[in-house]
Every structure is written in structure tokens, then in C-alpha cells.
Antibody, heavy 120, light 111 residues
Framework: QVQLQQWGAGLLKPSETLSLTCAVY????????WNWIRQPPGKGLEWIGE???????NYNPSLKSRVTISMDTSKNHFSLKLSSLTSADTAVYYC??????????????WGQGTLVTVSS | QSVLTQPPSVSGAPGQRVTISCTGS?????????VHWYQQLPETAPKLLIY???NRPSGVPDRFSGSKSGTSASLAITGLQAEDEADYYC???????????FGGGTKLTVL
């Protein structure tokens, strides 16, 4: 079964760019959507965006100007970059698979999460 | 402010039944988009609990059930157990935002 493992820098300064990577084990990119979701400390979940198995992307309008999601099929990885960071971007970031069923698909499985703190 | 509205907290005694509501609008649940539910235990990643409004993934006890009607959905938990104490989130798709949306989450306390 598919498992996701993610990594990236956990402490960044304001105005810097967040960079996280998620590796897909036990499966491939074909037929699914690959998502990033974040959760500020003590708060709820926010969908950041997705990349399809064919490389098409879709982003949350509130973050669209700062987000880039890409993939490397040769390594079974997909990545998140979020630029111009502020303290409001401090959160646990999760990667997750969205089965290619329809636009209203679910997320399963999830990565273990990476806490990213933005502080000067 | 989340696009989908959930009560901040619910509680129940062991063995009891509780329900968690998820209210949306004509832009998401009311359009016919599916609702999914997640359980998040402390300090862990969310786990899929219900998908496609009422389907349980393999391994999820049948004490958990989901339903949808109109612009709302509900998660029911029967035979409450101490290990059910967690945060629960609903999720759907919003056509105005052209993306996935979550509820604000509901903290379940087992008394």
C-alpha cells in the first residue's frame, strides 16, 4: 500500500521560501492527485494545492500567488514551495494522496507532517 | 472562518452515541459533492475515517457512520470509547474556490 514520507527545513525567516518534499513508496504517481495541506498550531486544516499525475496543478486561491507544486516522476517525489513567508505561515505541513475518482476526492494516506516555524 | 461549519466541541460518556454536524452551502455540499471525515489523534496526522459520505475504509470500526442531506453532513459515533477522543474534520469540494475545503474541526471529549 502507498506510504508517504516527507521532509524539509523546519525553521525559516520572514520573506524566505519554504521547500518541502514528499516521497511516495509502494506506488506511483499514475492515476492519482498529490496534495499539500497545512495546519497552524491549535487550528484547523487548510488545503494548499495539488498536482495531478500528468503534472497539472491547482492551488488554493488564497495562496496561489506564492505556491508552486512540482513533481519528479523519476524519484517518485513531489514538492511544495511557498514564498514570501510570514509568521502566519507557521504550521504543520502535510502531504497527502487524493485518489483520482472525481474533483471531490478524499485524502489518504497522509505524510507524517513537518512543523515549519517562521521566525526572525 | 472555515467554508464548512462544525461545532467546536461535543462530548459523551462511554457507550453513548454522539453526532458531529458539518454544514456547507450550495457551492459545496449542496451541489452534490461528497463529504469525507477524518480523525486526528493528538500529535498525529489526520486519518481517513469516512469517504464518499458514508463509506468506511478497511479497518475503521462500524461504530463510525456518515450521512449527507442537502447542504449538511453528519458523522455518528456509537458505543463511545475512550480512544475515540480526538479532533474530527469534514472535507468536501467547493466549486467557487475550485478546490478542497475543510470544516474547522470538532473536539470530541469522552467523559
Amino acid at each position: 500500500q502507498v506510504q508517504l514520507q516527507q521532509w524539509g527545513a523546519g525553521l525559516l525567516k520572514p520573506s524566505e521560501t519554504l521547500s518541502l518534499t514528499c516521497a511516495v513508496y509502494g506506488g506511483s504517481f499514475s492515476g492519482d492527485y498529490w496534495n499539500w495541506i497545512r495546519q497552524p498550531p491549535g487550528k484547523g486544516l487548510e488545503w494548499i494545492g495539488e498536482i495531478s499525475h500528468s503534472g497539472n496543478t491547482n492551488y488554493n486561491p488564497s495562496l496561489k500567488s506564492r505556491v508552486t507544486i512540482s513533481m519528479d516522476t523519476s524519484k517518485n517525489h513531489f514538492s511544495l514551495k511557498l514564498s514570501s513567508l510570514t509568521s502566519a505561515d507557521t504550521a504543520v505541513y502535510y502531504c497527502a494522496r487524493g485518489p483520482d475518482v472525481n474533483v471531490d476526492t478524499w485524502f489518504d494516506p497522509w505524510g507524517q507532517g513537518t512543523l515549519v516555524t517562521v521566525s526572525s | 472562518q472555515s467554508v464548512l461549519t462544525q461545532p467546536p466541541s461535543v462530548s459523551g460518556a462511554p457507550g453513548q452515541r454522539v453526532t458531529i454536524s458539518c454544514t456547507g452551502s450550495s457551492s459545496n455540499i449542496g451541489t452534490g459533492y461528497d463529504v469525507h471525515w477524518y480523525q486526528q489523534l493528538p500529535e498525529t496526522a489526520p486519518k481517513l475515517l469516512i469517504y464518499g459520505n458514508s463509506n468506511r475504509p478497511s479497518g475503521v470500526p462500524d461504530r463510525f457512520s456518515g450521512s449527507k442531506s442537502g447542504t449538511s453532513a453528519s458523522l455518528a459515533i456509537t458505543g463511545l470509547q475512550a480512544e475515540d477522543e480526538a479532533d474530527y474534520y469534514c472535507q468536501s469540494y467547493d466549486r467557487s474556490l475550485s478546490g478542497s475545503v475543510f470544516g474547522g474541526g470538532t473536539k470530541l471529549t469522552v467523559l
